[in-house]
């Protein structure tokens, strides 16, 4: 999905595989970007709006915003020990991109770095043994690293400074996954540990971050992706003000209903009735 809604929304349509199809919300169109064979997914929007990385199998691909042009492969990791990629952000001057990486001999989801125009291999930023570590976002300043970890054996958002990483601050309070930046970079949005409630916090982050208390938004029965895709695939995204969602809501079983995207909006009515103002 896209993260700054330059283009409208950016997303995926399942049929006898995923494509990378694109959504104008104002005119209510859609477009298909890919007709490959393979399954294709987790796109991402350059800093820019010009480029949208996916990931196909274990390869990285950048298309034109459009869908013209040619396809570039930007890494072919079918002969290293990555499992799959996903490219998750991209640094302000589009020079660098951060991705995870599902680590086949540690069994592991990690943090890597790839600078954009050079044929080098990808960087180990966060692969910390056994330890799943992944989901990372980076602030829009450049300047702050989110991601999920276990390390506290329980699943929880924290943030690092980027590149060089320290001064560690733990982020969620009961669990958490799915770390979102705003546009502004002053709150984080996080999803609980059972994917239904929809999280905030305060971000202050100049010189080191003293982080606010976390707020519930929302809550609600929205996909979360099947067998591994559960753990790897981000299902949500925040427009520019901050104000609006867009996820994925499940359908019924019972009724045949098909998964469908949605808009989250009004949740601060909601968030007024859980917590009423003094």
Known sequence: ?????????????????????????????????????????????????????????????????????????????????????????????????????????????????????????????????????????????????????????????????????GDRVRVSTAGGREPRWSSDGTELFYRSNDWRQMMAVEFPGTPTPTLGIPELLFDGDYTIGRGFSAIRERRYDVTSDGLRFIMVKRGSEATNESDGLVWVENWFAELRDRVPLP
């Open 1 to 165: 999905m896209q993260r700054d809604f330059h283009h409208g929304l950016l997303g995926l349509i399942q049929a006898t595989q995923s494509d990378i199809w694109s959504y104008d919300i104002a005119r209510g169109t859609m477009a298909r970007l890919t007709t490959g064979t393979a399954d294709e997914g987790d796109p991402l929007w350059s800093p820019d709006g010009g480029r949208i990385l996916f990931a196909s199998e274990n390869d990285l691909f950048a298309i034109r915003g459009d869908g013209t042009g040619e396809i570039d492969r930007l890494i072919d990791l079918n002969e290293s020990d990555a499992g799959s990629v996903q490219p998750r952000a991209w640094s302000p001057d589009g020079g660098t991109l951060v991705i995870d990486l599902a680590n086949i001999s540690s069994q592991t989801m990690d943090v890597y770095t790839l600078t954009l125009g050079e044929s080098g291999e990808p960087e180990p930023l966060l692969a910390r043994g056994d330890l799943h570590e992944h989901f990372s976002d980076l602030s829009p300043d450049g300047r702050w690293l989110a991601y999920a970890s276990e390390v506290s054996g329980l699943y929880e958002v924290y943030v690092e400074q980027f590149p060089e990483l």
